[in-house]
């Protein structure tokens, strides 16, 4: 059983930052990635960020420039640095992680979210 907790959303003004956190615990015996999807009302999920153990990273073109991951997928710990934040970024915003357990079982974890609002 593979836990996320993720913090740091809330409402925030168009040209805003917040500071997104997640922190994974449990049976966990590798992490292979750590990302961040997001789901605004009425659409899909969609990935923003992820950030493999070796330290990769990738962005959704919507957010690049803007968006920046970091962490230590190792020590499954991730942030997300969101800047210039707009309307169009509110959303529900999920930290997700994939690894193995300690009997080399595969997990795909995921938080239960937290709210961005951009709004004036």
């Known amino acids: 059983q593979v836990q996320l907790v993720e913090s740091g959303g809330g409402l925030v003004q168009p040209g805003g930052s917040l500071r997104l956190s997640c922190a994974a615990s449990?049976?966990?015996?590798?992490?292979?990635?750590m990302a961040w999807y997001r789901q605004a009302p009425g659409k899909q999920r969609e990935l923003v960020a992820y950030?493999?153990?070796?330290?990769?990273?990738n962005y959704a073109d919507s957010v690049k420039g803007r968006f920046s991951i970091s962490g230590d997928v190792a020590k499954n710990t991730v942030y997300l640095q969101t800047s210039s934040l707009q309307p169009e970024d509110t959303a529900v915003y999920y930290c997700?992680?994939?690894?193995?357990?300690?009997?080399?079982?595969?997990?795909?974890?995921w938080g239960q979210g937290t709210q961005v609002t951009v709004s004036s």
């Open positions: 449990g049976n966990i015996f590798s992490m292979s990635r």
């Open positions: 950030m493999n153990n070796r330290g990769s990273t």
């Open positions: 997700n992680a994939v690894g193995f357990t300690s009997s080399a079982a595969d997990f795909d974890s």
